[in-house]
């Protein structure tokens, strides 16, 4: 047996998809016992106990196991429910029973323990069980109810400032730092999300981690699929269009419409040695719930002197939808100590944005394609049981274009005509006509990297990495079109008319880090150094005052290479136990990102300014700027954690983020005395805030979780171009520090979830949270107007439900589930309001802007969405 478990210890997974577990084999009269065989099956892991009874099994892939325990003149014990998440030691202990005969295996059930009091970090991990549970359906669904977490914004910080990992490697796509890929919760293993300070093996963030882990395939054949539909049920004071009238304009919001979800997954062995596969596809579609029609009139403009115009009888369809499909496949084959694994994620949508303007117009709206496409080898291999090293070869790629129509030449655009509306009919929708905007952006990135860990001694590993990324980034405008009244003309390719051609640009992302973990009883150190590189590969202008290097009597600077960056990050972690059940942590980092390649290469091209003069009236816009710093924030937390009773836990944290190096816009003054605007690292901001998270382990059915967040975000501005807008509009430019526009000072998210395993389940998530800020619009007369982001909206709240009943039969688990989403039907949830009422529901004024507001169902918070569906899986043995 002791040969058996040694075995066991097959190739180890990705970094930031393993964990550890640790513990003590016990006899009944707490005597540690040294030779029993621990062994984790599923996972084809093992170890011995040594001297004083103790085990450890390391690079555990995370997930749910059981762990079996044996020793001769016992009897074999089984421990059931076993988790262990990624990154982190799970400890369970085990008592065996002594026996002079065979006996029958004794199964028990492990809990996890309600605080983990090693942690110095705020990581909150999910395991597909509970995300089970749960009234989401997406890997950001699960992410925004998270503590600290407002709508993508991680503690206070901009979007795209997270870093997204699927299976330990990054996802996100450089252009817009956001994930390339959407994850339904169906191949979701488990989700660990690290809010504040994280250790120096993720990179490109300042905010927080999602790291995603993916279900592997299994070495029995298993199977399971989910299919479900909905409709949205309006309440009675949901706003609605103004009633109906006779001819080709009548039209209200319907009362529902039809979502659909398909999904299957199977798993097992491809007959092979050692080798296994999992495969899942998803379809979803989503309509959304105001009504439309695709048009009201046909348009002729096949001949120049005479345009007509037909009525069209048109049928009612969704003005906005999304048509989405997924596909996942792994195969994975072990080879002694070593594993070669190659997984591959497909990911294409459509949709068409709801637009309330266009809908007597919805053949005029562009529809959003997107194709993504994350695959790549994995090598893992063991040279001992306490040495492993890892080698990823993967491409990232993402491909989207946002148009009407497929070409520029496109005949329909030429009988569209541009977007048109009847001043006074409707509210001024668009009547007929098509969008003129034309846009692509692609992104083909290789990512090469590989990772070491050592474990030394008992509680004490080492881990280093190295990453490479050579990226190729294409974006802009596949062409132009220009109305001259009866037909477009055409560009394709004239910068100096302001109609650049789409962009490419090669830069190359680099890093590499040391990360230090000691264990001692209880205290543990995390400390790590990360470097990053990063390489623009393009050219700026030598000198920013004559950027053209155009201007008469100034000696020539020709354009130079964008410098190299390079940063170096220190991170430390620090917990130390108070008592057996309490412990105080403190975390400190510099965490460092580059801006989106989206802003810092857009309109960088410098020599549409050889024309620039001080009395100019064209607008160049906002000039990007390869050539900029990477954005930097320093981060401090300070946290308790409390094991108030066994089924009771607190966790209660501090913490504090300074903001520096954010892209922002400056104003240049030319030699010429000219002005131009252009990005740099010119904004800044401050966060500071509290979380306080109580977890009620299940008590009987009950298990419930809360956590609140106060926080307070300020900042010189939201959004890189906000100083450009302010220019533009004749205001002071000078930096400020105010909230910014996702300061939300409290939020609260409560999660009660009923629940007998293999029986029923039934969950509610109460998300409430205070108004984010606005700027208050006075009236003539009473001031003139009023400080920026002074105002706050109205507080709101929302409930989503979920219950779920599981019957078994012919060897299957079938769950009949129900879903809720907005169960009060809540109109108003940090929306938009008025800005000289601060209220959602009425203006001050009565203007025919104001009255086309109102009217606007868009404008509000969704409306209630009901789901009923049916999931099976393969049963329990």
């Known amino acids: ?113 309600v605080v983990e009091l090693g942690l110095t970090s705020n990581v909150s991990t999910l395991s597909r069980d509970e995300i089970g549970k749960l009234p989401v359906q997406e890997l950001q669904d699960v992410v925004n109810l998270q503590a600290g977490v407002v709508d993508g914004h991680f503690r206070g910080g901009r979007k795209g400032e997270v870093q997204y990992q699927v299976d330990g490697v990054s996802v996100n796509n450089p252009y817009d ?36 882990v993916l279900r592997r395939g299994t070495d029995k054949f298993e199977w399971s699929g989910e299919v ?61 719930y105001l009504l439309g029609l695709g048009r009201i009139v046909d348009v ?17 369809e969704a003005v906005g939808y999304t048509r989405e499909w997924l596909g996942i496949g792994k195969l994975t084959t072990s080879i002694g100590g070593a594993s070669l694994s190659y997984q591959g994620i497909l990911n294409g949508i459509e949709t068409r944005q709801e ?47 946002d148009m009407v129509f497929d070409s520029l030449a496109d005949a329909r655009y030429d009988l569209n005509g541009p977007p048109t ?74 910068p100096a008319d302001g109609f650049p051609a789409p962009q490419t640009f090669s830069p190359v992302i680099g890093s590499s880090y040391v990360q230090d973990d000691i264990e001692w009883n209880d205290l543990r150190f995390r400390a790590g150094l990360r470097f990053d590189y990063f390489n623009p590969k393009t050219y700026v202008p030598g000198d920013p005052l004559n950027p053209a290097n155009t201007i008469s009597g100034v000696t020539l600077v020709p354009d130079r290479p964008a410098t190299r960056k390079i940063s170096l990050s220190p991170r430390l972690g620090v917990s130390y136990p108070v008592t057996a059940k309490s412990s105080l942590f403190f975390a400190y980092g510099h965490f460092y990102q580059m801006p989106q390649i989206g802003q810092m290469f857009a309109n960088a091209d410098y020599s549409v300014l050889g024309t620039l003069q001080a009395s100019s009236q064209r607008d160049y816009g906002v000039l990007g700027n390869p050539d900029v710093k990477p954005e930097k924030s320093i981060q401090y ?14 966790d209660l944290t501090l913490f504090y983020k300074d903001i520096r190096d954010l892209l922002g816009t400056e104003i240049l003054t030319t030699y010429n005395d000219a002005q131009y605007k252009r990005l740099t690292n010119v904004d800044f901001g401050n966060v500071i805030g509290i979380t306080v998270s109580l977890d009620q382990r299940a008590l009987g059915l009950v298990s419930t979780a809360l956590d609140y967040t106060w926080q307070v975000a300020n900042g010189n501005t939201s959004d890189p171009y906000e100083t450009a807008a302010r220019v533009d509009a004749k205001e002071d430019p000078r930096p400020r520090l105010i909230p910014l526009v996702w300061d939300q000072r409290h939020t609260l998210n409560l999660t009660v979830t009923l629940s007998r395993p293999r029986d029923f389940s039934a969950s509610g998530v109460l998300r409430a949270a205070s108004g984010q800020p606005y700027t208050p619009q006075s009236e003539s007369g009473f001031g003139g107007t009023l400080e920026t982001n002074s105002g ?53 004024t009565d203007t025919a802007g104001d009255r086309k507001d109102l009217a606007n169902p868009t404008r509000y918070y969704g409306p209630r969405r009901i789901e009923l569906g049916i999931r099976w899986e393969r049963g329990a043995p």
């Not at 044996?70 to 799970?90: E, F, K, N």
């Not at 002729?300 to 009612?316: F, N």
Request: glycine fraction near 10%; hydrophobic fraction near 35%; charge should be neutral.
């Open 177 to 212: 730092n956001a994930s390339s890929i959407r994850l339904d919760r169906s191949v979701l293993e488990e989700v660990q999300v690290i809010s504040g300070t994280f250790d120096a093996e993720y990179g490109q963030a300042m905010s927080g981690v999602v790291n995603a």
């Open 792 to 844: 706050r909206k109205p507080s709101g709240f929302t409930l989503d439900l979920r219950g779920e009943k599981t019957l078994a039969h012919a060897g299957l688990d079938w769950n009949l589930f129900g879903s809720i989403y907005n169960t009060f039907d809540t109109r108003f949830f940090n929306g938009t309001v008025f800005p000289n009422s601060g209220s959602p529901y009425y203006s001050r």
């Open 421 to 494: 509306f009847v001043e006074g009919v409707e509210y001024n929708a668009i009547l007929y006509g098509a969008d003129e905007n034309r846009f692509v952006q692609k992104t083909n990135a290789l990512v090469i990297g590989g990772s070491a860990s050592h474990v030394f001694g008992r509680d004490h590993q080492m881990k280093a990495g190295i990453e490479w990324q050579p990226t190729r980034v294409e974006f802009g405008h596949p062409g132009y079109l220009v109305w001259t009244g009866n037909s477009y003309v055409r560009h394709v390719d004239d």
């Open 1 to 113: 047996m002791a040969t058996l478990a040694l075995s066991l210890v097959a190739a180890p997974a990705a970094a930031g998809t393993t964990g550890k577990l640790t513990g003590v084999v016990l006899d009944a009269k707490k005597q540690p016992l040294a030779g029993a065989n621990v062994a984790l099956p599923e996972a084809r892991l093992g170890a011995v106990t040594e001297a004083d009874g103790h085990f450890a099994i390391f690079n555990v892939p995370a997930g749910t196991y059981t762990l079996k325990v044996s020793l001769i003149g016992y009897a074999a014990t089984s421990v059931t429910g076993v988790s262990i998440p990624a990154d982190r030691t799970t400890t369970q202990d085990v008592t065996l029973q002594e026996s002079a005969v065979q006996l029958q295996e004794v199964v028990v059930s492990a809990r996890r323990a």
């Open 300 to 316: 002729d403009r096949s001949h120049p002197d005479t345009i007509l115009i037909t009525p069209v009888r048109s049928q009612p």
């Open 355 to 401: 637009n309330w303007d266009y809908r007597f117009n919805t053949d005029g709206l562009p529809r959003q394609r997107t194709f993504a496409a994350v695959h790549g080898l994995e090598w893992t291999h063991a040279l001992s049981p306490r040495t492993f090293y890892r080698f990823i070869l993967r491409q990232n790629y993402f491909d989207y274009r």
């Open 637 to 650: 937390q300070f946290g308790y954690k409390q094991q108030l009773k066994d089924w009771l836990g607190l």
């Open 228 to 288: 479900f539909g909905g409709e949205y049920v309006f309440g009675t004071s949901r706003p609605i269009e103004p009633a109906p009238r006779p001819g080709p304009l009548a039209l209200g919001l319907r009362p529902g419409v039809d979502l659909r979800n398909y999904q299957l997954t199977v798993s097992g062995p491809t007959g092979l040695p050692r080798t296994n596969f999992m495969a899942s596809g998803r379809y979803g579609l989503t309509n959304g």
